[in-house]
């Protein structure tokens, strides 16, 4: 009996032991992200960057008369949207708005995802130490969610309409008072509004 006693504690150590080795592993775990900084050229122009992980990254901007230092958080870093082709002014098409409406259609189908791009584009032109122009949701058509109803064609020039969608190639375009921001799947729609956000910025070139 005394034997089963002594066998039974040690088994009773030996787990102990091993539930403590795996709580030290699992609270000293190190940080599975990794900082990679790194200098981006526009060919002008040099910026720092850190891509802290595959959905964060950050650029540095001076803004205002003071040069103050700004840093731009953003899913995707510069040299990993190069391969987006942008056509067309983007800076110049908005730079006198009054109002800059961003659209989506509410047939498409679109998730959450979208919204993400959304959200990188206003952040941007509605901040007040960027551009500071007042930028609201709307949709294409007649929805159920009572969004306002604008279109490429409800673009005026004082107030631009920046259409998010899905499409055959991801790009970046203009059409007379409308910005097309567009994907083949809605995480390149966020590759593609990042793009725009940097070239609109100056960080990337068209």
């Known amino acids: 009996m005394k034997e089963d006693n002594k066998t ?15 709580a030290f592993v699992f609270f000293n ?4 992200y990794v900082e990679d900084n790194y200098v981006y050229s526009n060919g002008e122009q040099m910026f720092n960057v850190t891509k ?28 990993s949207l190069e391969d987006i082709q942008v056509e067309g002014v983007l800076n110049t098409r908005i730079y006198n708005d009054e109002q800059i409406w961003l659209t ?13 791009a959304v959200l990188e584009v206003d952040k941007i032109i ?3 130490n960027l551009y500071g122009i007042p930028a609201n949701a709307a949709m294409t058509m007649e929805n159920d969610y009572n969004y306002p109803v604008k279109s490429c064609y409800d673009g005026t020039d004082k107030s631009t309409v920046i259409f998010f969608t899905l499409g055959s190639e991801t790009k970046v375009y203009t059409d007379e008072y409308c910005i097309i921001i567009v994907g083949t799947t809605e995480d390149e729609i966020i590759r593609a509004a990042d793009r725009f956000v940097l070239t609109l910025l100056g960080v990337m070139q068209a």
């Open 8 to 22: 039974v504690y040690v088994i009773l150590v030996l787990v102990g032991c091993l539930i403590g080795f795996g």
């Open 29 to 32: 775990e190190p940080n599975t």
């Open 52 to 79: 802290v992980d595959a959905n964060e990254s950050y650029v540095q901007l001076y803004v205002g008369d003071g040069e103050t230092p700004y840093l731009i958080a953003l899913r995707n870093d510069p040299v």
């Open 104 to 116: 989506i259609n509410p047939n498409a189908n679109l998730s959450s995802k979208t919204t993400v």
């Open 126 to 128: 509605d901040n007040d």
